[in-house]
């Protein structure tokens, strides 16, 4: 391990879920008609790393896989408080699932020998949570997953975390490098601030990788390297909701006894 701890942290543009559509012909998303914002719980893994630069003076770096369109998620990195943002760009890319994805992200954590790979829990264009375990299969490294609190322990190459459980929580250590996955509004993130923010819009450069330079074959990654398939999809019709207002419990309890409902 390095004496100061390079951490990367995964950030992505997703469409608006209240602007979102499916193509009927190809099961995929219609992202051109939604317009583009961070992905949500990628601002709670943000505030994690930056916690972290914050105590322990790591490096931050910011990296998402997509197209150069994407580069606006990194500037929002970056005038938060990433050091830097690394856009991972190619046409290689392009249809690639939670299998290829979590792989190229973990020859990201490679390329900038990452000590920490920090993750939202889940992206809201997906929500399969597969990408952070995926990345620390591809790697071999120890996870940590649903965190809701973090603790550096640099004297000992190691990071607790508080983390999420079926009817309460439990704190486990982890040795570095390790990816972290965190749970989706488990901290407060912070504003930008205006220089940064400044620095973020206009100086800010992100630095470019290509499949070539992450040491990834094509046939590695993309639609056809993707196990994931649709099977087909349809449209749900809404249902019609019967309304009535009850005046006591009593009449609810008696209600729902008539309908079956319990």
Known sequence: MTDNWTVLVGVKQVPDEDDVSIDPDTGTLNRAEAAAILNPPDKNALEAALRLKDEVGARVIAVTMGPPTATPVLEL?????????????????????????????ARAGEYFDADVFICGEETTDSSTGQVPPGIAAHLDWAQLTYVEELEPRPEDDQLAAVRDVEGGWERVVADL????????????????????????????????????????????VGLDASPTQVGGMDTASPVEREQELLDSVDDLAATLHKQEVV
């Not at 990433?82 to 939670?98: E, P, Q, R």
């Open 77 to 105: 990195a970056v005038a938060l408080g990433c050091d830097d943002g690394a856009l991972i760009s190619d046409y290689a890319f392009a249809g690639s699932d939670t299998w290829p994805t979590s792989l190229t992200l």
């Open 177 to 220: 490098p390790v990816v972290v996955a965190v749970g989706y509004g488990e901290n407060q993130p912070r504003p930008s601030g205006l220089h940064r923010k400044i620095y973020a819009e206009n100086e800010f450069e992100p630095i470019e990788l290509d499949a070539e330079e992450l040491g990834i074959d094509a046939d590695e």
